[in-house]
DNA sequence: TGAAATGTTGGGGCG
DNA sequence: ACGCCCCAACATTTC
């Protein structure tokens, strides 16, 4: 009998629970789909389903689900695609194809889980139905403080999710049957009859900017493959991480990593084990294996606190006289404030869909702080335009450096993007390779650094109820 | 996973 | 030789 795999987050073969019980038996067949959902929202006015992908994700996606295709149907798994209510190309699927079960792995935002969760009972009639662990190192019910509720404090869910066991990566399954002709004229019949379609009418490619196809893809591979090489080259990257990893000009100074994970090429489970195996300094692997940790941190806050993704984790920030004004996002947004290191990465993640980490601190810190825009202004852009942003790291990393999230650096704490272009980029390398050497310094900066920073400090006293 | 203001210290120039 | 001032260099405090 068939088995059904719906992929959501996971676009991959090796180390993945759930197309591994499919695979359980080579001689069943299976069947992968694979749905561009939008968003619908519960009868409490509460969102269900996953935030849909920005723009530069969807080009990830597509790309990376091209490739997942061709692996797929190396292991005689055809990969099919829906656009739309997720739930009535599940029910359509599962209607033509009567599966033995269906497998997925499992999301942990609230949205997600409410859908999932009311799926897998109007399923339950009909076929089995089992969700996996896979994208997590811990899921977000498995660490709980003393007191009980969640962690509120990176240091302490670190502590507590670090002594728990992280298991072997799976192997990537053998090939299993390949459908037999009435599945095959099965999903045939289902295209033609609007349930499924073809990869390129997924119109995930429909709303970016033209020349993004050209230029996301002199920076990036997508795809399986090319994820397993990246993490294969671990030594190269990780040598000297704890030091090297501020500078954003290196490129060997971070792994890259970050699209992968977001989409699941890899598990964290095999980055964790690849950085634990490589010939890098311990300090240099504690260093990695701590970044990994924040995002098992920014999933088990959302988990338990869904609101993060739009409101403050710090409720009287709701107050906080923040002061919108379109141009100035504007100039952000575009690299146009004539302060080097903001222009330079708001142009890197512009161009390639992609920012370091440190600059990313400095730029949101400039919106958030210096430009009195709100967090979630800034949050929504890069929603849009990394091919990295999840759901869970993209809002709670705002709002941790806007000084609003758990955890939070202190409001004060506002970066003078000048001081730290010197320290960390001292010659100019970054600025220049994303500003150009002619480009740079001939447009007067939008706001003066030291001023900015003292209008930001008395709007924090402000909100703070004092003069 | 800051920066600026403020405080302290110690060496050296100089009367 | 001594006190005084200046000011880097470093430490502490404050936002």
Request: with cysteine.
């Amino acid at each position: 009998m068939t088995s059904l795999l719906w992929l959501r987050d996971d676009l991959r073969l090796a180390d993945h629970p759930a197309l591994t019980a499919c695979c359980s038996d080579p001689d069943d067949p299976v069947v992968a789909v694979w749905i561009h959902e939008g968003r619908g929202a519960d009868g409490k006015g509460r969102p269900t389903g996953p935030r849909p992908l920005g723009a530069a994700t969807r080009w990830w996606y597509h790309h990376s689900l091209r490739e997942l295709s061709d692996r797929l149907a190396a292991i005689g798994i055809p990969l099919v695609f829906a656009r739309g209510d997720s739930g009535e190309a599940l029910q359509g699927l599962v209607d033509a194809l009567r599966p033995r079960a269906v497998h997925w792995t499992r999301r942990y935002a609230p949205a997600s889980c409410r859908l999932d969760a009311s799926l897998k009972e109007s399923l339950a009639p009909l076929t089995e139905v089992h969700s996996h662990p896979g994208s997590l190192l811990v899921e977000p019910w498995l660490t709980r403080p003393s007191g009980g509720g969640y962690y509120k404090v990176f240091t302490p869910f670190h502590r507590a999710a670090a002594e728990l066991p992280v298991g072997n990566p799976l192997p990537e399954p053998k090939a299993v049957a390949a459908p037999p002709a009435e599945v095959t004229s099965t999903l045939a019949a289902l295209r033609r009859e609007g349930v499924l379609c073809g990869l390129d009418e997924l119109g995930l490619l429909d709303d970016g900017p033209a020349w993004w196809e050209s230029t996301l893809e002199l920076h990036w591979t997508p795809g399986e493959q090319a994820a397993l090489d990246r993490l294969a080259a671990v030594d190269s990257w990780l040598a000297g991480y704890s030091d090297t990893r501020n500078l954003p000009a290196d490129p060997l100074a971070t792994s890259a990593l970050s699209p992968r994970l977001r989409c699941g090429e890899l598990s964290p489970r095999q980055a964790l084990q690849a950085v634990r195996q490589s010939t890098a300094a311990a300090a240099d692997q504690a260093a990695w294996a701590r970044q990994l940790y924040w995002r098992e941190f920014c999933w088990h806050l959302l988990h338990h606190v869904e609101e993060i993704e739009w409101s403050p984790f710090r409720p009287e920030f709701a107050d906080f006289p923040y002061e919108p004004d379109d141009e100035l996002v504007k100039a952000w947004q575009t690299g146009t404030t004539g302060i080097d290191l903001v222009d330079a990465g708001m142009r890197q993640l512009w161009q390639s869909g992609w920012m370091h980490n440190r600059v990313r601190m400095v730029t949101a810190s400039l919106l958030t702080k210096n430009l009195l825009q709100p967090w979630k202004t800034g949050e929504e852009w890069f929603w849009d335009t990394l091919v990295d942003a999840d759901e869970a790291n993209n809002p709670v990393s705002w709002q941790w450096v806007a000084g609003c999230g758990a955890d939070p650096a202190p409001y004060f704490r506002v970066f003078n993007p000048e001081l730290q272009s010197a320290r960390f980029d001292p010659d100019g390398v970054y600025v220049t390779r994303w500003l150009g050497s002619g480009t740079r310094r001939t447009v007067p900066a939008v706001i003066d650094l030291a001023a900015t920073r003292r209008q930001a400090l008395a709007a924090y006293a402000q909100m703070r109820g004092r003069p």
